[in-house]
């Protein structure tokens, strides 16, 4: 059997108890001189998952032309100057707004990165972090897709903010969004898988990603805080809560309080102190 490559496949998780007669997954493809090879991998990776003991059913592939247009720039319409928490405001970078003095404007253009500021995920991390950042802070974003969390971070005070994605289009976003605001000179974007090759220590840790790296990340994450330090994680399905719970709790942290938005979860905790 061929080995598992943890790279060559995104996932994401489905909650428990759902049983599904049919899966329909939609990718887009850039049409080019590379399009067939693609294509021809795909249907050799369907092949392979009976492998993994998963039934494939039909295992249909199909393809469709769609005009890039139609994707790639008619969302923007949708896509307005955004509210949040008591003074965020996250301005899409094509649109015209007026500031009132106690806003604090976050320019955002997410292009194919994750980080609109519109999905409850990203609303709740915003929330806490304009609850929990404070002057003079140091922040580690994991997963900073779009850069809208770190973006926010430096807004409210951090004096340096380590942002990280192992996405190269995720890092390209960030890194333009960062000059956008003019906050190169506190935020790094750094191409990497979680926390590796990071040599700093936080006040703060978020990650907005999902149950599984959540716990993962709770293994590593407490040699990455300064003492007292505070991990906010979300991306959370109500159904894995307990799961995120129990994995924080056996890692040494405390927590501090839940959110929730529709099925989502944020747990924010905070490194538990050492009795001596």
């Given at each position: 059997?061929?080995?598992?490559d943890?790279?060559?496949?995104?996932?994401?998780?489905?909650p428990?108890?759902?049983?599904?007669?049919?899966?329909?997954?939609?990718?887009?493809l850039?049409?080019?001189?590379?399009?067939?090879?693609?294509?021809?991998?795909?249907?050799?990776?369907?092949?392979?998952?009976?492998?993994?003991?998963?039934?494939?059913?039909?295992?249909?592939?199909?393809?469709?032309?769609?005009?890039?247009?139609?994707?790639?720039?008619?969302?923007?319409?949708?896509?307005?100057?955004?509210?949040?928490?008591?003074?965020?405001?996250?301005?899409?970078?094509?649109?015209?707004?007026?500031?009132?003095?106690?806003?604090?404007?976050?320019?955002?253009?997410?292009?194919?990165?994750?980080?609109?500021?519109?999905?409850?995920?990203?609303?709740?991390?915003?929330?806490?972090?304009?609850?929990?950042?404070?002057?003079?802070?140091?922040?580690?974003?994991?997963?900073?897709?779009?850069?809208?969390?770190?973006i926010?971070?430096?807004?409210?005070?951090?004096?340096?903010?380590?942002?990280?994605?192992?996405?190269?289009?995720?890092?390209?976003?960030?890194?333009?969004?960062?000059?956008r605001?003019?906050?190169?000179?506190i935020?790094?974007?750094?191409?990497?898988?979680?926390?590796?090759?990071?040599?700093?220590?936080a006040?703060?840790?978020?990650?907005?990603?999902?149950?599984?790296?959540?716990?993962?990340?709770?293994?590593?994450?407490?040699?990455?805080?300064?003492?007292e330090?505070?991990?906010?994680?979300?991306g959370?399905?109500?159904?894995?809560?307990?799961?995120?719970?129990?994995?924080?709790?056996?890692?040494?942290f405390?927590?501090?309080?839940?959110?929730?938005?529709?099925?989502?979860?944020?747990?924010?905790?905070?490194?538990?102190?050492?009795?001596?």
């Open positions: 059997m061929r080995p598992r943890e790279d060559a496949w995104d996932y994401f998780e489905v428990e108890g759902i049983d599904y007669e049919e899966a329909i997954v939609r990718a887009y850039v049409e080019d001189s590379t399009f067939a090879e693609k294509a021809m991998e795909i249907q050799n990776r369907i092949k392979e998952l009976p492998s993994y003991g998963l039934n494939i059913g039909k295992g249909v592939l199909t393809f469709k032309n769609i005009s890039e247009a139609n994707w790639a720039e008619a969302w923007k319409k949708y896509y307005k100057p955004t509210h949040i928490g008591k003074h965020i405001v996250i301005k899409p970078s094509w649109e015209e707004y007026n500031p009132k003095p106690d806003d604090i404007v976050v320019e955002m253009d997410p292009g194919m990165a994750f980080g609109t500021g519109t999905h409850e995920t990203t609303i709740m991390c915003l929330e806490l972090l304009e609850k929990y950042v404070k002057v003079g802070y140091t922040v580690i974003d994991v997963g900073c897709g779009s850069g809208i969390l770190s926010l971070a430096a807004k409210l005070g951090a004096k340096k903010v380590i942002a990280i994605d192992k996405d190269e289009v995720a890092v390209r976003v960030a890194r333009q969004n960062v000059e605001n003019d906050l190169s000179s935020i790094e974007v750094i191409k990497t898988d979680k926390l590796q090759n990071i040599d700093v220590k006040d703060i840790i978020v990650a907005n990603i999902i149950a599984d790296v959540v716990i993962d990340l709770s293994h590593e994450v407490p040699f990455y805080l300064n003492p330090g505070i991990f906010i994680a979300s959370i399905i109500m159904d894995r809560r307990s799961s995120v719970i129990e994995a924080l709790e056996k890692n040494g405390d927590v501090l309080e839940e959110a929730d938005k529709g099925e989502w979860v944020a747990i924010t905790s905070v490194q538990a102190p050492i009795n001596i």
